[in-house]
Every structure is written in C-alpha cells, then in structure tokens.
C-alpha cells in the first residue's frame, strides 16, 4: 500500500461542525493563510476576510474566512505599469475562482496538521451582494465560500466517496452505465443509512410544488438528499448573474457591450 | 514560529516543468487521485481523465490529468431516483469548479509527499470544446484545467507571493492605496528580477496592437507579465460562453428559456 504521513492526513479529513471556543492564535492564523498563499496560481486573485465573531460564525466557529474571487488587486497593479483589465468577466472569473480554491484547500489541509478543523460553506454564491456591502468589497471581488475554522470539539468519522472508478477515466470518458450509476449511488447511500447520518442530523430537504413525502430516515439517502438540492434549488440563472453583476463580474454578452460603449 | 510537517511542505511547493520519464505505478496514481477524492465537496461533481502519453503530455510528463466539473455523473443518478436536474447551469458550474478545485489541489500536495511535482495548465478553459471532443465527454462536464504530474527532472526554487497583509484582511476589505499596491508589486517583482526568471525562460509575452515594447529583462518583472496577460488576452467574453456552451453549460438567460421550451 502506498502511502506517506500526507496522504494519510488528506484520507483522515472531515468537516467539523463543532468548535471549542478556544481562538487561534495569530501566528497559527498566518501560518494557515500562509501556506495557503503558497497554493499554485494564474495570478494570485484572492483575498480572505476573516470574522473573528463567535456570534456572526457558522456553527459558534472561532474563525470564519470569507473566500473571494479578487480582480480587483490586480486591476491596481495594472493601473500602476499603465495597462487597464481587458480580459473578459467570465474568463477572469473562472481563474480567480481556481486561484482561490487551491488557497483555500491548502489553508483546510494547514489547519489540520496544526490540529484545527475546518468547514466549507456553500451559501456564499447565492448572498454575495450582501457579502459585498457588509464586507466592503470592492468591485471586481467575489465572496464564492466561506470557510469555518477552529479547535474541533466533535470527531466525527470520515466520509466515503464515489469508488476511483467513477471518477478516475484513463484515455477517455467511459459511457456509463446503470450499473455503474447504481454502484457509486450504494457506496455512498449504504453509509450514510448505517451510520444514520440524516436521522441524527434531522436534515431531511423539504420537498416543494406539493411533492408528497414518501420517504423517512429509514431510506433518505445521500443521494436522495443531493436530489432534492440539485432538482429543486437555484432555478434562476438570473439571480446568480445578478450576484455576480453586484460585484462587478458582468457575465451577459450584452452587458458586456453596454460597458465597452460606457467607457468611451 | 508555529509549522508543521504539513505546513513546511506547502510551503516549500513549487511548480515543476520537467520530468523524469519514469511512469508512476497505478498504487501512485490510486494514492494521489484517491487523496483528492477525499477533498470537501458540495456533490462529488468532479473527474479526472488521464492521459500517459508522454508524446502529448505538457512537458512530456508522464502524467497528465484533464480536471473536469462535471455534472453529468449526478445527472445519471438523479434520472435513477427520478429527479431531473433543475439547478440552473452557472451556479452549478460555480459548485462544481470549487468540488474539483479542492480535489485537484489535494491531488497536488498528495504527489509532492510522495515525490512528484505537478503543474497547472490553465490552457483548458479556451479549448474546452476541443478536449470534449478528444476525450468523448458528455454533456454537463466542463474540463477547466490540466495538471501535469510525474517524478520531478529539475529542482527551481520557490517562488514568491505577496505579502500576508494583502491578502488576509480582519472585518472589512481595507482601502489599498499605492503604498500598499507598490510594496505587492516590489514583494514579488524583486524575485524575478534577482533570479532572472523570465530570461531564462525566455517567456516575454508579446505586445499586440502596436504597442511598443521598451522592456528588456532587465525590467521586466511579473507584474509586467501578469498586465500582459490579462491586458490583452482572453478579450471576448463570447468565445468563453461559447467553450461552455458547448459542453452544456449555458449561461445566458435568453438560452435557458430556448432550452426550457425545448424540453416541454
């Protein structure tokens, strides 16, 4: 088996909803945010703000980072050689947003091995307006996650993932047959059944337009339950672009237009 | 000074551009694209196709990785259940470049504890309808970056970043004046300078447009490359939406609703 002290703690990981209240100290902060900094990048387009208010943090978290998208950094650097920003919105967004990961991803593995856990918070995208205005972002800045982070003070088990086989294709992409389907579903759904994992949660999605429950904890699985976010949640492209539009990422062919002939 | 195992090997990363020819066993490879599987995720919505063709690979690395967002797979396993996928593309697609992000970047620090180095192409993104082609892949999966990986040939230093404060910021996003743009641009020009970095590449990128080049490398630094960059590539919002497009993801509203009667 191969393996290395890394690779086990990368296996070990777990997302900790439970915090001590214990705060980190500044220099393990910088230390988290430096090796995340250290993650490869395009162009460096991230920032992080940090809340260091129990109150306002998910889950009573000591720490919780803001992770955004950050152009805006680099429009001043350009602006300061005489170069304006002339890159599209959608490809600058789609490196900034990998810019910003792979940092954030670092700052979870970081935190680990300095004996902290760490949760992502998806919520971000959809309230990035108000993220923008309470957190006095600039234009051309995107809060896309945040990241909760302390002393655990809960261990709970690791989580099972797809089989390799469903997510690692050599050559090409296989077609992918029920058979196929129906075994990554049970790798995932015979866990979180046994371990009762939504029961104790008590995390089952509503379902909307007068869908009858016919499901309980019983057989709600995560795949149900992925269901029920993916087939109900987010319709509206419109409100995700219009998230984006408030922070200055402007993903509409048409509104890009409108914004060249105003510069003029 | 607070580290860790861990910490001290983020922080000495480095992207490596020349391989060894030596292929790395399956148990490697199971190993580090395992460790990335264990990422945090908001639905598993990622997948890797290898290539181990050296011939073709970037740098002729005997691995390279094609990192997709892919949403199909959930497809599949919601018809199973009989959900159909509701969620509009653009905040799917935000979910899904952060799944297989957090996934890409576990894969990285993986193969550095176990002796490879890696490399990001972020080259992906502009021929996204040509990579779904080469590689057979169905609709609703978006390959955004490539990632090269093998036993390292050469050992280049680590490179810099901006200084800490430019990055992590408490409470609100800070105004940044030129003292502090210019002590950023100085934090990571010196490097390359010192180190002749560019020049040894021999990578000064071109100016378009007639502009005049009056830069040698004697002077040109990162920040310069970095203006170039996104100063005069990628202008066409356009062609961005058009890769999308082409690999199922449309993110304009006036196509949703064509695709919303479609399906009626």
Redesign the interface.
């Known amino acids: 088996?191969?393996?290395?002290?890394?690779?086990r703690?990368?296996?070990r990981?777990k997302?900790i909803r439970k915090y001590k209240p214990d705060m980190p100290?500044d220099?393990?902060?910088?230390?988290v945010?430096?090796?995340g900094?250290?993650?490869?990048f395009?162009?460096?387009l991230?920032?992080?703000?940090?809340?260091?208010d129990r109150k306002r943090n998910a889950f009573g978290a000591p720490l919780q980072f803001v992770v955004c998208a950050d152009c805006?950094?680099?429009r001043?650097?350009?602006r300061?050689?005489g170069?304006?920003?002339?890159?599209?919105?959608?490809?600058?967004l789609?490196?900034a947003?990998?810019d910003a990961?792979?940092m954030?991803?670092?700052m979870?593995?970081?935190a680990?091995?300095?004996g902290m856990g760490s949760?992502?918070l998806?919520g971000a995208?959809?309230v990035a307006a108000h993220l923008k205005k309470q957190?006095?972002?600039?234009g051309k800045?995107f809060p896309?996650?945040m990241l909760a982070m302390g002393y655990p003070a809960e261990d709970p088990p690791?989580r099972p993932?797809?089989p390799?086989d469903?997510?690692?294709?050599?050559?090409?992409?296989p077609r992918?047959g029920?058979k196929e389907?129906?075994r990554?579903?049970e790798a995932m759904d015979a866990y979180y059944l046994e371990t009762g994992y939504y029961r104790n949660l008590n995390a089952k999605i509503r379902l909307e337009k007068g869908r009858r429950e016919t499901f309980t904890y019983d057989d709600y699985t995560w795949?149900?339950h992925?269901?029920?976010?993916?087939?109900?949640?987010?319709?509206?492209?419109?409100?995700?672009?219009k998230q984006?539009d408030a922070c200055g990422f402007n993903?509409?062919?048409k509104k890009?237009k409108r914004n060249k002939k105003n510069r003029k």
Chains 1, 2 share one sequence.
Not at 46 to 52: D, F, G, N, P, R
Not at 84 to 90: E, F, I, Q, R, T
Not at 135 to 138: A, I, R, T
Request: charged share 20%; hydrophobic share 50%.
């Open positions: 088996m191969i393996d290395s002290e890394v690779v703690a990368l296996m990981r997302s100290s220099e393990v902060i910088g230390a945010v430096r090796a900094m250290q993650a490869p395009a162009s460096q991230y920032s992080v703000v940090l809340s260091k805006h950094k680099l001043l650097f350009m300061e050689r170069w304006g920003l002339v890159s599209n919105d959608l490809t600058m789609l490196f947003v990998q990961s792979y954030a991803q670092n979870v593995i970081a680990e091995s300095l949760c992502y998806g995208l959809g957190l006095g972002l600039p800045v896309f996650v690791v993932r797809y390799i469903f997510v690692l294709f050599e050559g090409k992409y992918l029920r389907v129906r990554a579903m795949t149900e992925i269901s029920r976010k993916w087939g109900q949640w987010h319709p509206d492209i419109g409100e995700q672009l984006l993903l509409t062919e890009r």
